[in-house]
């Protein structure tokens, strides 16, 4: 990925929510002495700076998503630079209105704290380059399809989480990284896509649906035949993705295509509703 890893979004962004507190206190003083000029002043650029609090812990999610998604663009409104000018402009409003200082020094601590945001959680890119160019319909139509089916696996992941057996949920893990591994592979040659898409369309819509099946009910029911399924399922997976992603190497198609209607068969035939 082209963007640095900064850390656990939750946590990167909590320090944002403490600093601004005594502006808090002083509004709620100013409220207990009869100094409304306080209250809404402290109180508005308290207002301002959970605002770009809120704002910046949005984006610090958002890139996190990015760095697992590589083959989308990121969003087109830069939520974390539009939390950091608000961070700067709550930082001089405060030295100006609240502390007392003039304009000019105001300004400076606006461009301060704007830097040391940068500096500690930087500022979206414009966008960033598809890790292949898309200038062509047959490129754009290879970027849709590796963004779809990672959207998938970004789906396949979010149903692991909540598996509590751990066997099952590293089975799945295992599995979203073989999937990432084929479009990667994809990514690189294009003219791939053709003879995987009908291997990742069962691939991910089959074991998506049982993924999230399963997620939904077995928490309900004590099950071991439902659990047993499932690790059918996951088995057959693991060990047919593993063969055609080397026979995709190969590419040998004929095997594909029979081993995709086999696999499809055990889907439907151990699949959980």
Excluded: C
């Excluded at 959970?50 to 087109?76: I, K, N, P, S, Y």
Aim: proline share 4%.
């Amino acid at each position: 990925m082209n963007m640095p890893a900064r850390g656990k979004p939750r946590a990167k962004g909590t320090l944002l929510f403490l600093l601004p507190i005594p502006l808090l206190i002083g509004a709620l003083i100013g409220l207990g002495t009869g100094r409304l000029d306080v209250v809404l002043i402290d109180g508005g650029i308290f207002a301002l700076f959970m605002a770009a609090a809120d704002l910046t812990r949005r984006g610090l999610r958002a890139e996190h998503a990015q760095q697992v998604l590589r083959f989308t663009r990121l969003q087109r409104i830069p939520l974390k630079t539009i939390g950091g000018v608000l961070t700067g402009v709550a930082t001089g409003l405060a030295a100006w209105l609240s502390v007392g200082q003039g304009p000019a020094l105001s300004l400076v601590y606006a461009t301060v704290a704007l830097i040391g945001f940068h500096l500690v959680y930087g500022l979206e890119p414009l966008g960033r380059a598809r890790p292949f160019a898309t200038d062509d319909e047959r490129t754009r139509k290879v970027a849709a399809a590796l963004e779809e089916a990672e959207r998938k696996l970004i789906d396949l992941d979010r149903a692991a989480k909540t598996i509590a057996n751990p066997e099952l949920k590293i089975r799945l893990q295992r599995i979203g990284s073989q999937g990432r591994s084929i479009l990667n592979q994809i990514a690189d040659r294009p003219t791939d896509l053709f003879r995987a898409r009908k291997f990742l369309s069962v691939y991910l819509d089959g074991v998506q649906q049982v993924a999230d099946g399963y997620a939904r009910t077995h928490r309900l029911a004590d099950s071991r035949e439902l659990e047993q399924n499932f690790r059918n399922v996951l088995v057959t997976v693991e060990q047919v993705f593993d063969e055609q992603h080397q026979r995709l190497l190969k590419t040998d198609v004929m095997d594909l295509d029979i081993q995709i209607e086999v696999l499809k068969k055990q889907l439907e035939r151990e699949g959980i509703q």
